[in-house]
């Protein structure tokens, strides 16, 4: 079984893995958490808040998601050096719940940074899922027109901007390139995720549904000689 399939079933708060064969426990926020384990901090609130159901974590998540995107947007030459030492600052602030000694018009740049975290968290946890292909990339045999056949449907540009509390202009202009450039970082961490569930959980339960099943046929067959 696939992580991405099984994972499909994580939606809700207590998980069945539910095959027929007695012995095998449920998928629970623990056993997510536990699955999760040895993962990089960014990826592992990540898997909570998706994957367990984890509300409690996503202020911890959008700060790793923010502090990632500053990385980036300095990488990228988005922001200069001085503004991105102005997001640590606000970082800081942010993590210890007191106000910011920026100025306004530095609290601007990292409130819409701030936002567009939350945007990309948003993007991450609702797929966005094509309602045409309902997110398998192809309608009628082809490949979907809705979203190119990649199974997802972005927000408009108009729904982003109000998302980030931009102008549509301003969106278009200079974030939504640095914004599309951010969305494989968060795609990354995801694979992560479901690589450490699969190896951590999935492979475990399918090695006991295995085992279940031998069980069985040895007392079938011991059944069936006596």
Same mark, same amino acid.
């Given at each position: 079984?696939r992580a991405?399939?099984a994972l499909a079933?994580?939606?809700v708060k207590?998980?069945?893995? $539910? ?6 426990? $449920?998928?629970?926020?623990? $056993?997510?958490a536990?699955?999760l384990?040895g +993962?990089e901090?960014?990826p592992?609130y ?6 367990s159901?984890?509300?409690?974590v996503?202020?911890v998540?959008e700060?790793?998601v923010f502090?990632a995107i500053?990385?980036?947007?300095l ?5 200069t ?7 640590a600052v606000?970082?800081?602030c942010?993590h210890?719940?007191?106000a910011?000694?920026l100025?306004?018009?530095?609290r ?5 940074l701030h936002q567009l975290a939350?945007?990309?968290? $948003?993007?991450?946890h609702?797929e ?5 292909c309902?997110?398998t990339?192809?309608y009628?045999?082809?490949? +979907?027109?809705? +979203?190119?056949g990649s199974?997802r449907?972005?927000?408009?540009a108009?729904e982003q901007?109000?998302?980030?509390n931009?102008h549509?202009e ?7 390139p640095?914004?599309?450039k +951010?969305?494989?970082?968060?795609y990354?961490?995801e ?5 450490h569930l ?9 090695q ?6 031998y ?5 079938t067959a011991t059944?069936t000689?006596?």
């Open positions: 079984m991405e399939q079933k994580l939606k207590t998980v069945r893995f $539910d095959t027929g064969v007695g012995g095998i426990a $449920d998928l629970t926020p623990e $056993d997510i536990a699955g384990a +993962c901090p960014g592992y990540l898997g909570l808040y998706k994957y159901g984890d509300r409690s996503l202020d998540l700060r790793y502090a500053g990385n980036l947007a990488e990228k030459k988005v922001i050096e001085e503004r991105f030492r102005l997001m606000y970082l800081e942010w210890k719940g007191k910011s000694p100025n306004d018009k530095q601007n740049l990292c409130s819409t939350r945007l990309l968290v $948003d993007e991450i609702r966005n899922r094509c309602r045409t309902k997110g990339g192809l009628q045999y082809r490949p +979907c027109r809705g +979203c190119n199974g449907k972005e927000h408009s108009r901007a109000k998302f980030v931009l549509v301003s969106w278009l202009e200079k974030w939504q640095f914004y599309t +951010c969305l494989p970082l968060l990354g961490w694979q992560i995720v479901l690589g699969q190896r951590k959980l999935y492979d475990r339960k399918e006991e549904l295995a085992n279940a099943l069980g069985q046929r040895e007392q059944g000689s006596g």
